[in-house]
């Protein structure tokens, strides 16, 4: 069986250097202000445009190995909201602020992480891992 890959269109892959940059402004912010890493990449204008950029663009890339990119970047935002809010969570139950500040920290690390992997893949032009 034959594989077919569909061609990838440069502006296409501008787009996605541009949402990869947008949440990788928030990240900065959160790190340079008084934000926190993680409530500056769920909360910040750059990334919230990085979002509905994704969203605006999602069905082009279908076929091509875009369209792993822009699941990647979608469920690293959408997954951050969710742990976000459990962490929150647990720091009004009686485990308390530490162990939610260490779900926060772990987060950060996690949202760079994917951050950092999935641009340098999308350098080399490699798909994401579904």
């Not at 909201?81 to 920290?105: K, Q, R, Y």
Request: glycine share 6%.
């Amino acid at each position: 069986m034959t594989v077919v890959v569909a061609p990838i269109d440069e502006s296409l892959l501008s787009y996605t250097h541009v949402m990869y940059a947008l949440h990788s402004l928030a990240v900065l912010i959160g790190v340079t202000t008084f934000h926190t890493i993680v409530g500056s990449f769920i909360g910040s204008l750059p990334s919230i445009v990085a979002v509905v950029m994704n969203y605006a663009r999602r069905s082009a890339t279908h076929g091509t190995f875009l369209e792993s990119h822009f699941r990647w970047q979608l469920r690293t935002f959408w997954f951050a909201v969710l742990w976000a809010c459990v962490s929150g969570l647990v720091m009004l139950t009686i485990i308390g602020i530490p162990a939610g500040l260490v779900g926060l920290f772990a987060l950060a690390i996690w949202i760079i992480y994917r951050l950092v992997r999935g641009w340098l893949a999308l350098r080399d032009r490699k798909a994401m891992p579904v």
